[in-house]
């Protein structure tokens, strides 16, 4: 009997349950291994060097001890930086998560869009240059927040976070000039999905939400290939690098499509 696929999907927390989710739908059939270096949370707080001096050598001790079909760096203050380094070290296939701007700039009505991620995410030479390449003549603010992952975090355990803390990371999206307003708003953070209800709630004005999870399911599920016989009945493993037991798995199961992650 042949072994189902195993994917290794790795962010910083939580957010990449949001990505998890996407593929779990289109890829029932695999095995998972979800990593939260929650040990280092939160990325974007980092700078460039030590996120570098992180992530490169624990995802080789993962592909080590896992030994994985394929890695989803489901983390844009992670991927916009290291992707290079980890297809020259590993070769396992990876896919990254990068802010949605072509598809965002493509769409927009407008032609006002902000990108809403990590300090670390917005300042990098890579988002410059997606900018510089795919805006496509719209108008792009990029917004840098400091506490929306950390607030994304909290909320997901239970904990109650406040309107007011959630509107003032989310309002400097919201930009008008003299009735041009922002209408496509990229959520270049996985974690930002994970409140999407309240963003929507909160915003000034209705916009579109620009979440890169389906995209990355499909290219997923085209790297993988045409799915065998084999179905995984292992349920899915995660593992917190800080080492604490999670406590959630409730809450969690959605995300990993009603497995209960062990
Ligand atoms: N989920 C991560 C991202 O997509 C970052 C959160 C953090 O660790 O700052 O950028």
Request: glycine content about 8%; overall charge negative.
């Amino acid at each position: 009997m042949p072994t189902p696929s195993t994917i290794l999907v790795f962010d910083s927390g939580l957010g990449g349950l949001t990505v998890l989710r996407e593929i779990v739908g289109a890829r029932p059939d695999a095995h998972y291994v979800y990593v939260a270096d929650d040990a280092f949370f939160p990325y974007g707080h980092h700078s460039e060097d030590e996120i570098i001096a992180r992530v490169v050598p624990l995802v080789g001790d993962l592909i080590a001890r896992h030994a994985p079909d394929l890695v989803v760096i489901a983390c844009n203050t992670a991927s916009t930086l290291v992707m290079s380094q980890l297809r020259a070290a590993y070769t396992v296939p990876f896919v990254g998560t990068v802010p949605a701007i072509k598809p965002a700039c493509a769409s927009s009505k407008s032609r006002r869009v902000s990108v809403l991620g990590t300090r670390g995410t917005v300042k990098r030479e890579y988002t410059k240059r997606l900018i510089e390449d795919f805006s496509q003549g719209c108008e792009v603010t990029l917004v840098g927040s400091g506490e929306l992952a950390s607030l994304a975090e909290s909320a997901l355990s239970g904990n109650s976070v406040s309107d007011d803390a959630i509107a003032a990371e989310l309002v400097p999206c919201f930009v008008d000039h003299g009735g041009a307003r922002t209408d496509t708003v990229v959520l270049a953070c996985t974690h930002y999905p994970l409140l999407l209800d309240r963003l929507t709630k909160l915003a000034p004005w209705p916009v579109d939400w620009i979440d890169p999870a389906p995209a990355i399911a499909r290219r997923v599920s085209d790297l993988l290939g045409v799915p065998g016989s084999a179905r995984d009945t292992a349920g899915a493993e995660m593992i917190f690098t800080s080492n604490r037991a999670h406590t959630l798995s409730q809450a969690l199961m959605p995300f990993f499509g009603g497995r209960v992650p062990a």
